[in-house]
């Protein structure tokens, strides 16, 4: 599970919420992603920047790094099958990444 900084304060406010969003949320995306799908809730999240150099150790399924948007997109929708991909209506980086994690 990921640890975001000073969630420790936080934690009992989101552990109370019934969604998250987060849009261009920059370094904390994938601890976005990875707070929602731990816990199941439901999310939406628009990436903006790779940061490929502030995090090497990004690896696709297929070992490649994630260096490009679209490496970001999929590495962020490999966390959960349930994760679905909207086109938002707005020039770049507009691509939502979301669950309802509904069975």
């Known amino acids: ?3 975001i900084p000073g969630l420790d ?3 009992r406010a989101l552990s109370s919420c019934s969604s ?5 949320p920059d370094e ?3 601890e976005a992603v990875d707070f929602a799908v731990g816990r199941r ?3 939406v999240v628009v990436p903006c920047c790779v940061y490929s150099r502030l995090f090497p150790c990004r ?3 297929d070992g490649g790094p994630v260096a490009t ?3 970001l997109l999929e590495y962020l929708s490999q966390k959960h099958p349930s994760i679905q ?3 938002l209506p707005f020039e770049g980086a507009n691509v939502a990444l979301w669950s309802t994690f509904s069975d």
Do not use: G
């Open 1 to 3: 599970e990921a640890q």
């Open 28 to 30: 904390a995306t994938e």
């Open 20 to 24: 998250l969003v987060a849009l261009h």
């Open 59 to 61: 690896v696709l399924r």
């Open 9 to 11: 304060r936080s934690d």
């Open 85 to 87: 991909r909207t086109a």
């Open 69 to 71: 948007y679209e490496d």
């Open 41 to 43: 809730l439901p999310f």
